[in-house]
């Protein structure tokens, strides 16, 4: 379980989850129309390496790349491809681990390609404010369900679903650590937060139905129904009252 206390450790979680934000910012910068996901991989993968670190993603099961990039219909895990090419319109998942003297950061976001639909940027608004609702409610002494509750909640008022066959998850030393961080979930149900504790908090939600399938390729989700997906994460510390946003 990443439980880090101070000094040393608490350090490299920083510093980890410093250059994840650096790296989903400047791809923020970087995706536009015509840009390739290929491309985008090579430029996060770059920046982590350019600051000593390694992508955490890249050979973790097997999985080929650095970035995580998933459009539109895609909620996570798509592979970078030359052939495939970002459009206007598009909403684009973007998720970045990089890990540095013994600790992961873990983070993502979507991006949202020049003009689009009304209703892609409601999805991807709700999902913000879900993600950032299941951070308000990882406070000492509350419980995993706590956080679940809270996402599944916003989501679920703005007439949305969130995706239940993955879930957010503990960090650390190694890229996914207990506990299990479900998207949904009952008020005082699941592990107790400690402070200290480590978690990726990473709602995933769907304009449509929950349920997503893997392509053959055997990493890419998507929808089941077709539909927009949108995904937010960031590392956190349970701390108190207020937790620690690392990857902010
Ligand atoms: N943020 C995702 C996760 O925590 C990214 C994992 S991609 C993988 O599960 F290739 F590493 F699996
Ligand atoms: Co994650």
């Known amino acids: ?28 910068l970087f995706i536009e129309p015509g840009v390739t996901t290929a491309e985008i991989d090579a430029l996060g993968r770059r920046i982590i390496e350019g600051e000593g670190a390694v992508p955490s993603f890249l050979d973790y099961n097997g999985y080929p790349s650095a970035v995580c990039v998933s459009i539109n219909r895609e909620v996570v895990h798509g592979i970078p491809s030359a052939a495939r090419k970002v459009t206007e319109g598009d909403i684009v998942g973007i998720d970045v681990g990089a890990f540095k ?9 979507t991006v949202m390609v020049g003009e689009v639909s009304p209703e892609a940027r409601k999805l991807v608004e709700i999902t913000y404010e879900a993600r950032d609702l299941g951070i308000k409610a990882a406070v000492a002494g509350n419980c995993v369900g706590d956080i679940g509750h809270a996402v599944q909640t916003h989501v679920e008022a703005n007439g949305y679903s969130v995706v239940h066959q993955l879930v957010g998850h503990g960090i650390g030393r190694k890229l996914h650590e207990s506990p299990q961080v479900p998207n949904y979930g009952t008020r005082g149900k699941g592990s107790k937060l400690r402070n200290g504790l480590l978690l990726a908090i990473e709602p995933m939600v769907n304009q449509g139905v929950a349920e997503v399938r893997f392509l053959p390729d ?15 994460e960031h590392t956190i510390m349970v701390n108190g009252n207020e937790p620690e946003i690392l990857t902010a």
């Open 218 to 232: 055997g990493w890419t989700v998507v929808t089941a129904d077709g539909k927009l997906s949108a995904h937010a």
């Open 1 to 28: 379980m990443g439980i880090v206390t101070a000094g040393k450790d608490l350090k490299a979680v920083r510093e980890s989850a410093r250059i994840v934000r650096k790296v989903l910012s400047e791809l923020a």
């Open 101 to 109: 003297n013994g600790y992961h950061g873990d983070a993502a976001d």
